[in-house]
């Protein structure tokens, strides 16, 4: 069993910055890959990014490339999005999860993962 907590969102005007975490316990951190995924009210959930367990590899959605960054501290259990430039469409909660593989550009497949956390709000106003 994984337990997922993330932290980290808020209010925020359009063009601002928030630095998301997600903190995991239970199993070791280092044996999953990670991943954010997104969903705005009325709106089917969106996959973000995701990190491979090392962090070596990253693979992030077309709609944030650029602004949004993932990544982890394994020595903190704890995987990061860094989330830039924000646009009002970015209002969401959003969630981390954990998977057992790696699916690199098939990692936006939500099924792959095992856990979840409860999600952490963000809205941006513009």
């Known amino acids: 069993q994984v337990h997922l907590v993330e932290s980290g969102g808020g209010l925020v005007q359009a063009g601002g910055s928030l630095r998301l975490s997600c903190v995991a316990s239970g199993r070791t951190f280092s044996r999953y890959s990670m991943g954010w995924f997104r969903q705005a009210p009325g709106k089917e959930r969106e996959f973000v990014a995701a990190i491979s367990f090392s962090g070596g590899n990253t693979y992030i959605a077309d709609s944030v490339k650029g602004r949004f960054t993932i990544s982890r501290d394994n020595a903190k259990n704890t995987v990061y999005l860094e989330v830039n430039s924000l646009k009002p469409e970015d209002t969401a909660v959003y969630y981390c999860?954990?998977?057992?593989?790696?699916?690199?550009?098939?990692?936006?497949?939500?099924?792959?993962?095992?856990?979840w956390g409860q999600g952490t709000q963000v809205t941006v106003s513009s």
């Open positions: 999860a954990a998977a057992p593989v790696w699916r690199g550009s098939y990692s936006y497949i939500a099924s792959s993962y095992d856990y």
